[in-house]
């Protein structure tokens, strides 16, 4: 996990804006379920749409931020 927040850390500095927003687990389950949906669909990529598997998920999450 180190090695990702170093990364991110160099990466930083390509942006011109940038913010880091902490999101709770239980309002994050589209990111917690595309995580489990990627590795057997890694050829795959979504731009824009949801994928359908995830309009519930997305669903309850936008929900949840909403309360």
Same mark, same amino acid.
């Given at each position: 996990?180190?090695?990702?927040?170093?990364?991110?850390?160099?990466? !930083?500095?390509? $942006?011109?804006?940038?913010? $880091?927003?902490?999101?709770?687990?239980?309002?994050?389950? !589209?990111?917690?379920? =595309?995580?489990?949906?990627?590795?057997?669909?890694?050829?795959?990529?979504?731009?824009?749409?949801?994928?359908?598997?995830?309009?519930?998920?997305?669903? $309850?999450?936008? =929900? =949840?931020? !909403? =309360?």
């Amino acid at each position: 996990m180190g090695s990702i927040v170093d990364d991110c850390r160099l990466l !930083t500095c390509h $942006f011109q804006n940038l913010q $880091f927003v902490y999101i709770r687990r239980e309002v994050n389950q !589209t990111a917690h379920y =595309l995580a489990k949906y990627a590795p057997s669909h890694h050829k795959s990529v979504y731009i824009e749409d949801a994928l359908n598997c995830i309009d519930v998920v997305l669903a $309850f999450d936008l =929900l =949840l931020n !909403t =309360l």
